[in-house]
């Protein structure tokens, strides 16, 4: 590991000065970098990937930390609320119980103990090729994305291109599918973001970046809304190994019925499959108005994957999330299985 700065600020204020007048590294991306729990930071570090001078502690900051609100005025996170919080928390148990389940799906209780919320958003791409030293993708300003034609059985079939990388996150489809919004604070003031704007596609922006964060930028809390069909979601995950496993391919969704069953509105967002959390608004339209069945349910789970474009190696990722939609909407309307 590269050596580097360690400071741990106090203040708000205090933290983004640091971040701003950090010394430039050898590298455009060797910026300074916050750190809360450091699960995703320390190994990238470790692995030569990120080479920070300086590094900014956040975990002295107070009032970052805490869950607030109720089902009618919704949920304040602070950025700093480990995993474990946010999943054993009643208020958020009981009324955004797929935030809870979302939570609950991250690694091993050990690490869900360590990692934050706002840690969870902000994570670095997965794919081995950019988790490799030697090798200098896309990602990490080389000239190829060498998951293109290479292994790329974990790689997106939606939204990729030129890179193919798929977010890791499993609280973001999630947050997306409710409708939350992060609160930001850098050097030119504070900002409100909603999450489905915070992330970016390769196509976008710089390709070294997965959302709109400036370097002096510190997530200090996420603001989920009271809504009618937040106590009606779920997080379905598929991963290869029961325990400490990212996502293969996830779902969120949540759904408000009239009182004939009908769906009033639905909220369906993908997770793994794409280079940000994917909400799939074409199979949101076409359920609305309609009575959950077999049929209706066959055919969202479709439409929620049109437009799907599966590499070599990938392409069983589309009958599988497909699944997982039906699912998840069984699930969130309260149907039997």
Same mark, same amino acid.
């Given at each position: @590991? !590269?050596?580097?700065?360690?400071?741990?600020?106090?203040?708000?204020?205090?933290?983004?000065?640091?971040?701003?007048?950090?010394?430039?590294?050898?590298?455009?991306?060797?910026?300074?970098?916050?750190?809360?729990? $450091?699960?995703?930071?320390?190994?990238?570090?470790? +692995? %030569?990937?990120?080479?920070?001078?300086?590094?900014? #502690?956040?975990?002295?900051?107070?009032?970052?930390?805490?869950i607030?609100?109720?089902?009618?005025?919704?949920? =304040?996170?602070?950025?700093?609320?480990?995993?474990?919080?946010?999943?054993?928390?009643?208020?958020? =148990?009981?009324?955004?119980?797929?935030?809870?389940?979302?939570?609950?799906?991250?690694? &091993?209780?050990?690490?869900?103990?360590? $990692?934050?919320?706002?840690?969870? /958003?902000?994570?670095?791409?997965?794919?081995?090729? %950019?988790r /490799? *030293?030697?090798?200098?993708?896309?990602?990490?300003?080389?000239?190829?994305?060498?998951?293109?034609?290479?292994? #790329?059985?974990?790689?997106?079939i939606?939204?990729?291109?030129?890179?193919?990388?798929?977010?890791?996150?499993?609280?973001?489809p @999630?947050?997306?599918?409710?409708?939350?919004?992060?609160?930001?604070?850098?050097?030119?003031g !504070?900002?409100?973001?909603? /999450?489905?704007?915070?992330? &970016?596609?390769?196509?976008?922006?710089?390709?070294?970046?997965?959302?709109?964060?400036?370097? +002096?930028?510190?997530? &200090?809390?996420?603001?989920?809304?009271?809504?009618?069909?937040a106590?009606?979601?779920?997080?379905?995950?598929?991963?290869? =190994? *029961?325990s400490?496993?990212?996502a293969?391919?996830?779902?969120?969704?949540?759904?408000?019925?009239?009182?004939?069953?009908?769906?009033?509105?639905?909220?369906?967002?993908l997770?793994?499959?794409?280079?940000?959390?994917?909400?799939? &608004?074409?199979?949101?339209? %076409?359920?609305?108005? !309609?009575?959950l069945?077999?049929?209706?349910?066959?055919?969202?789970?479709?439409?929620?994957?049109?437009?799907?474009?599966?590499?070599?190696?990938?392409? %069983?990722?589309?009958?599988?999330?497909?699944?997982?939609?039906? =699912?998840?909407?069984?699930?969130a309307?309260?149907?039997?299985?």
């Open positions: @590991m !590269k050596s580097f700065e360690w400071v741990s600020p106090t203040s708000l204020n205090d933290a983004v000065n640091l971040l701003k007048s950090a010394p430039a590294g050898d590298d455009a991306d060797d910026v300074a970098r916050a750190i809360a729990g $450091g699960q995703d930071l320390l190994t990238t570090m470790k +692995d %030569y990937i990120t080479r920070p001078t300086r590094v900014v #502690n956040l975990k002295g900051i107070r009032g970052l930390d805490r607030e609100g109720d089902a009618r005025k919704g949920l =304040r996170i602070g950025a700093l609320v480990t995993l474990a919080q946010l999943e054993e928390n009643t208020l958020v =148990r009981s009324h955004f119980p797929g935030l809870a389940e979302a939570a609950h799906s991250i690694a &091993t209780p050990q690490i869900r103990n360590l $990692g934050t919320v706002g840690g969870n /958003l902000c994570q670095r791409p997965r794919c081995w090729y %950019y /490799l *030293e030697e090798v200098i993708c896309l990602k990490k300003g080389g000239s190829k994305c060498y998951a293109a034609e290479g292994e #790329n059985k974990y790689n997106a939606l939204g990729g291109g030129p890179s193919y990388i798929v977010h890791p996150s499993d609280l973001a @999630m947050l997306v599918a409710l409708g939350a919004s992060v609160n930001v604070t850098g050097a030119s !504070k900002r409100t973001i909603p /999450l489905e704007k915070f992330f &970016t596609l390769p196509s976008e922006g710089s390709i070294r970046r997965e959302n709109v964060l400036q370097n +002096d930028e510190i997530i &200090t809390e996420i603001q989920v809304p009271a809504s009618s069909f106590a009606h979601s779920t997080y379905l995950k598929f991963k290869e =190994r *029961e400490m496993d990212f293969i391919s996830s779902v969120a969704a949540a759904v408000e019925l009239s009182l004939a069953k009908v769906v009033k509105q639905s909220r369906i967002v997770g793994g499959v794409a280079p940000i959390p994917w909400r799939a &608004t074409k199979a949101e339209t %076409y359920l609305t108005g !309609k009575t069945s077999a049929d209706v349910l066959a055919e969202t789970a479709r439409v929620a994957l049109d437009g799907a474009k599966p590499l070599a190696k990938n392409a %069983y990722k589309v009958p599988l999330t497909q699944t997982l939609v039906r =699912r998840a909407l069984v699930k309307g309260g149907m039997s299985a």
